[in-house]
């Protein structure tokens, strides 16, 4: 069996894994990448010759720098199955259709205003790329074994996500398990990671590999943020990933305000994703941590927002009062005309709940800029900005390296990936440190034969 590295190597996005035996080829993760201009120009290139003759693709999750390639390679061709949890078919059912949107949206808007170098601007998929590509997911129960040509495959639910889970591979008397995106153990929202099966290698995230969350009660955190702008009577607007942070900012607003903790402001969601996300997030129960009554509530605590126009005239009310609006890192999406109108105006708060990955908006924000660039147009950020840390849906180090610990038996070597350089660095060196296991950082296109004779 051999494993090559096409993305997520040395940066946050874009994981693809090529696993092979003989004829039959694997590909587990599917993603887009994300953050600076480099980056998102290699969406642009096809796959078609690297990626021909797939067996199967199978998700670790829905989040698009892990799932969002998948309309251009059906576009290039591509017409076997995708193998995923239930969970997360449902979600990727809202979150590729959406991103299509987005894209023939921002390609629109580029040639109305002409802010784009390129005549006409394109989108880089559509909504009907992404409609097609669904026709192909066939979901796989969790905590079983599947056979999909010579590899036996089994999903482990790793916290962070709905449906997420680790992809455990095994072909040619050689196992391999990639563990996508791990949850914290203390999640407002998630189950904690289960622990892993024995494997002969791992390819492991780290996202979080170089720092550790605040010691810091999410719900305290934010209700003061909440106190903050109701006193200045203004907007907090928080962009809000509308696929799990969303939620876990809804479940909180409502625990917040059942016990009288806040004052009752008016919030709203305005992410028609987000309303949809919570739908799912209703029918699969048993892949969160919630109890039937806080399951209820999150299609109760706000006003869902739907059309555009009802969005406009939200952009028109004044506070105070709380939007939740995609998207988390303010690239697309009905958030950045509210930034437009909110930001100006120091009364207001602007939210931020997770990791900015370099080279988007919120980054920019969150760091300090006095402007930023929307729509073609820069825009002043006078509105106090915040950072909550503790929301963060990824494990830090610390809980990273005690959850692989609790494996029965140590991997032969791990691959650490899906970080920025230093996150991945530091990853290394804490497994290395603490669990005395050998580690590899592959760059992209790096091949290894399994095992490594």
Known sequence: MRLTFLGGTETVTGSKYLLESGKHRLLVDCGLFQGVKSLR????ES???TLGGLDAIVLTHAHLDHSGYLPLLHRQGYRGPIHCSAATAALCGILLPDAGYLQEEEARLANRLG??????????????????????????????????????????????????CAVRVTCDGHTVTFSGDVGRPDDPLMAPPEVLEPTDDLVVESTYGDRRHPDEDPQQALAAVVDDVARAGGVLLIPAFAVGRAQALLHLLHELRRTKAIPALP????????????????????????????????????????????????AGKVGPMIILSASGMATGGRVLHHLKVFARETCNTLLFTGFQAPGTRGDAIVNGADAVKIHGHMVPIRAKVRQLHCLSAHADHVQMTDWL????????????????????????AHIEESLGWPVLRPAEGDRYRLPDD
């Open 41 to 44: 120009r290699r969406n642009w």
């Open 47 to 49: 796959l078609s010759a």
């Open 115 to 164: 802010y784009s170098r390129h005549h006409p601007a394109e989108p880089l998929f559509t909504r009907a790329d992404a409609m097609n590509c669904l026709e192909r997911f066939k979901p796989l129960a969790t905590g079983k074994t599947h056979r999909i040509g010579p590899f036996e495959v089994r999903l482990t639910p790793v916290g962070h996500l709905l449906g997420a």
């Open 267 to 314: 919030i709203y969601v305005d992410s028609p994703m987000a309303t949809r996300a919570t739908a799912v997030f209703q029918a699969y129960p048993e892949t969160h941590r919630l109890d039937a009554a806080q399951t209820r509530a999150l299609g109760e605590i706000a006003t869902f927002v739907e059309g555009p126009e009802e969005s406009m005239a939200l």
């Open 405 to 428: 610990g609790r494996m029965s038996k140590p991997p032969t070597r791990v691959f650490v990936t899906h970080g920025e350089t230093h996150a991945r660095a530091a990853m290394a």
